[in-house]
Nanobody, 124 residues
Framework: QVQLVESGGGLVQAGGSLRLSCVAS?????????MGWYRQAPGKQRELVAG???????NYGDSVKGRFTISGNSAKNRVYLQLNSLQPEDTAVYYC?????????????????WGQGTQVTVSS
């Protein structure tokens, strides 16, 4: 239905920066309500990093406030995550998420999609 592809992960030293990108695409007509980023470190649960609505309202996980910035281009179905002042504890697989509606025949249906993830590794 709606596919998400992330890019921009990599290896960086502590204090460094990265920018993640995610684009949504599909063969059907869809409309996105919100997009966001989650992360999962080894042995830990997946946690919210940041989210943004189609109207531009953003929210952040407590551990990244003031360091990470989420932004979006709703017209292009893209979301970005700027990661600054990275620390080793930020090391994780970062997943893009989107939810919204798509047209199935003559009806609108809800969807929630996940990307395959991009690895962010911060060395000390």
């Amino acid at each position: 239905q709606v596919q998400l592809v992330e890019s921009g992960g990599g290896l960086v030293q502590a204090g460094g920066s990265l920018r993640l990108s995610c684009v949504a695409s599909g063969s059907i007509f869809f409309s996105i309500n919100a997009m966001g980023w989650y992360r999962q470190a080894p042995g830990k649960q997946r946690e919210l990093v940041a989210g943004i609505t189609s109207g531009g309202n953003a929210n952040y996980g407590d551990s990244v406030k003031g360091r990470f910035t989420i932004s979006g281009n709703s017209a292009k179905n893209r979301v970005y995550l700027q990661l600054n002042s990275l620390q080793p504890e930020d090391t994780a697989v970062y997943y893009c998420n989107a939810d919204g509606k798509y047209v199935d025949g003559v009806a609108w249906k809800n969807f929630a999609s996940w990307g395959q993830g991009t690895q962010v590794t911060v060395s000390s």
